[in-house]
Protein backbone atom coordinates (compact mmCIF):
# COMPACT_ATOMS: atom_id res chain seq x y z
CA UNK A 1 0.00 0.00 0.00
CA UNK A 2 1.77 3.47 -0.80
CA UNK A 3 2.23 5.52 1.72
CA UNK A 4 0.67 9.31 1.80
CA UNK A 5 3.22 12.09 0.60
CA UNK A 6 5.16 14.03 3.36
CA UNK A 7 6.97 17.25 3.24
CA UNK A 8 9.54 17.76 0.83
CA UNK A 9 12.10 18.16 3.80
CA UNK A 10 14.93 20.11 1.32
CA UNK A 11 12.22 22.51 -0.02
CA UNK A 12 10.85 23.26 3.40
CA UNK A 13 14.47 23.71 5.07
CA UNK A 14 16.91 24.33 2.51
CA UNK A 15 19.33 25.83 4.85
CA UNK A 16 19.46 22.63 7.27
CA UNK A 17 19.78 20.36 4.04
CA UNK A 18 22.34 22.24 2.61
CA UNK A 19 24.44 21.88 5.64
CA UNK A 20 23.59 17.70 5.99
CA UNK A 21 24.85 17.39 2.47
CA UNK A 22 27.89 19.20 3.35
CA UNK A 23 28.50 17.48 6.18
CA UNK A 24 28.49 14.15 4.50
CA UNK A 25 30.83 15.58 1.97
CA UNK A 26 33.15 16.28 5.24
CA UNK A 27 32.21 13.58 6.70
CA UNK A 28 33.65 10.89 3.79
CA UNK A 29 36.21 13.39 2.84
CA UNK A 30 37.78 12.69 6.33
CA UNK A 31 37.89 9.28 5.83
CA UNK A 32 39.04 9.58 2.55
CA UNK A 33 42.05 11.45 4.05
CA UNK A 34 42.69 9.52 7.00
CA UNK A 35 42.70 6.33 4.69
CA UNK A 36 39.72 4.51 5.10
CA UNK A 37 39.04 2.26 1.91
CA UNK A 38 36.12 3.51 -0.40
CA UNK A 39 35.02 -0.02 -0.52
CA UNK A 40 34.78 -0.31 3.32
CA UNK A 41 33.12 2.88 3.75
CA UNK A 42 30.51 1.42 1.08
CA UNK A 43 29.92 -1.41 3.38
CA UNK A 44 29.28 0.92 5.75
CA UNK A 45 26.26 2.82 4.21
CA UNK A 46 25.05 -0.49 3.31
CA UNK A 47 24.56 -1.50 6.73
CA UNK A 48 23.23 1.06 8.20
CA UNK A 49 20.56 1.39 5.32
CA UNK A 50 19.69 -1.97 5.67
CA UNK A 51 19.34 -1.57 9.58
CA UNK A 52 17.07 1.28 8.96
CA UNK A 53 15.15 0.21 6.30
CA UNK A 54 15.85 2.98 4.02
CA UNK A 55 15.23 0.73 0.98
CA UNK A 56 16.29 3.97 -2.00
CA UNK A 57 19.54 5.15 -0.15
CA UNK A 58 19.70 0.87 0.21
CA UNK A 59 19.53 0.82 -3.62
CA UNK A 60 22.24 3.74 -4.35
CA UNK A 61 24.94 2.19 -2.00
CA UNK A 62 24.58 -1.24 -3.59
CA UNK A 63 25.09 -0.39 -6.61
CA UNK A 64 27.95 2.24 -6.31
CA UNK A 65 29.15 -0.91 -4.33
CA UNK A 66 28.78 -2.66 -7.48
CA UNK A 67 30.21 -0.10 -9.43
CA UNK A 68 33.58 -0.23 -7.57
CA UNK A 69 34.09 -4.01 -7.90
CA UNK A 70 31.98 -5.30 -4.71
CA UNK A 71 31.54 -8.42 -5.37
CA UNK A 72 27.60 -9.98 -4.80
CA UNK A 73 28.88 -12.23 -1.73
CA UNK A 74 30.59 -9.08 -0.03
CA UNK A 75 27.53 -7.10 -0.68
CA UNK A 76 25.37 -10.04 0.54
CA UNK A 77 27.59 -10.78 3.61
CA UNK A 78 27.12 -6.89 5.55
CA UNK A 79 23.59 -9.10 6.51
CA UNK A 80 25.51 -11.46 8.12
CA UNK A 81 28.80 -9.99 8.69
CA UNK A 82 29.78 -11.72 11.49
CA UNK A 83 29.54 -15.22 10.25
CA UNK A 84 31.44 -14.07 6.63
CA UNK A 85 33.80 -15.43 5.11
CA UNK A 86 35.07 -12.65 3.17
CA UNK A 87 35.03 -9.58 4.75
CA UNK A 88 38.25 -8.74 6.58
CA UNK A 89 38.22 -8.72 10.39
CA UNK A 90 38.82 -4.57 9.90
CA UNK A 91 35.69 -4.83 7.64
CA UNK A 92 34.22 -6.73 10.46
CA UNK A 93 35.03 -3.95 12.73
CA UNK A 94 33.40 -1.07 11.11
CA UNK A 95 30.06 -3.11 10.53
CA UNK A 96 30.39 -4.02 14.33
CA UNK A 97 30.74 0.04 15.10
CA UNK A 98 28.34 0.64 12.41
CA UNK A 99 25.65 -1.24 14.08
CA UNK A 100 25.92 -0.27 17.39
CA UNK A 101 25.86 3.46 16.36
CA UNK A 102 22.71 2.63 14.07
CA UNK A 103 20.94 0.83 17.19
CA UNK A 104 22.84 3.17 20.17
CA UNK A 105 19.19 3.15 21.52
CA UNK A 106 19.11 -0.62 21.95
CA UNK A 107 22.40 -0.24 25.04
CA UNK A 108 24.88 2.25 23.60
CA UNK A 109 27.91 1.09 21.53
CA UNK A 110 29.49 -1.38 23.76
CA UNK A 111 32.80 -1.08 25.36
CA UNK A 112 34.04 -4.18 23.13
CA UNK A 113 32.58 -2.80 19.85
CA UNK A 114 34.71 0.28 20.22
CA UNK A 115 38.06 -1.60 21.60
CA UNK A 116 37.71 -3.78 18.63
CA UNK A 117 37.39 -1.04 15.93
CA UNK A 118 40.24 1.12 18.04
CA UNK A 119 42.73 -2.33 17.51
CA UNK A 120 42.19 -1.91 13.90
CA UNK A 121 41.46 1.68 13.07
CA UNK A 122 43.71 4.31 13.80
CA UNK A 123 42.51 7.50 16.03
CA UNK A 124 41.78 9.49 12.50
CA UNK A 125 40.17 6.57 10.92
CA UNK A 126 37.72 5.65 13.79
CA UNK A 127 36.84 9.14 14.56
CA UNK A 128 36.24 9.61 10.36
CA UNK A 129 34.39 6.20 10.71
CA UNK A 130 31.91 7.06 13.76
CA UNK A 131 31.37 10.36 11.81
CA UNK A 132 30.44 8.47 8.36
CA UNK A 133 28.21 6.28 10.30
CA UNK A 134 26.48 8.83 12.02
CA UNK A 135 25.81 10.72 9.13
CA UNK A 136 24.11 7.94 6.87
CA UNK A 137 22.05 7.27 9.72
CA UNK A 138 20.84 11.12 9.62
CA UNK A 139 20.22 10.56 5.65
CA UNK A 140 18.46 7.33 6.13
CA UNK A 141 16.37 8.82 8.88
CA UNK A 142 15.06 12.07 7.34
CA UNK A 143 14.21 10.10 3.76
CA UNK A 144 12.30 7.14 6.41
CA UNK A 145 10.48 10.01 7.95
CA UNK A 146 9.74 11.82 4.86
CA UNK A 147 8.77 8.70 3.26
CA UNK A 148 11.30 10.14 0.32
CA UNK A 149 9.81 8.28 -2.97
CA UNK A 150 11.58 4.73 -2.45
CA UNK A 151 12.56 4.76 1.54
CA UNK A 152 10.85 1.42 1.60
CA UNK A 153 10.11 -0.70 5.10
CA UNK A 154 9.87 0.30 8.29
CA UNK A 155 12.67 0.19 10.04
CA UNK A 156 11.91 -3.42 11.85
CA UNK A 157 11.43 -5.08 8.65
CA UNK A 158 14.53 -4.24 7.60
CA UNK A 159 17.22 -4.95 11.04
CA UNK A 160 17.00 -8.82 10.23
Known amino acids: ???APRIVIG???PDVSSAMDALHEAAFAAADAAGVEPE???LV???ASQINGCSLSLGRHVRDARATGQSEQRIRDTRAWRNSKVLTRREQAALSLTEAITLV???QVP?????EAARVFDE???AALIWAATVINARNRIAVATRLEGS???PAAAAS
Open 1 to 3: MPH
Open 11 to 13: EVT
Open 40 to 42: LLQ
Open 45 to 47: KIR
Open 105 to 107: FAG
Open 111 to 115: DTVYA
Open 124 to 126: TQL
Open 152 to 154: GAP
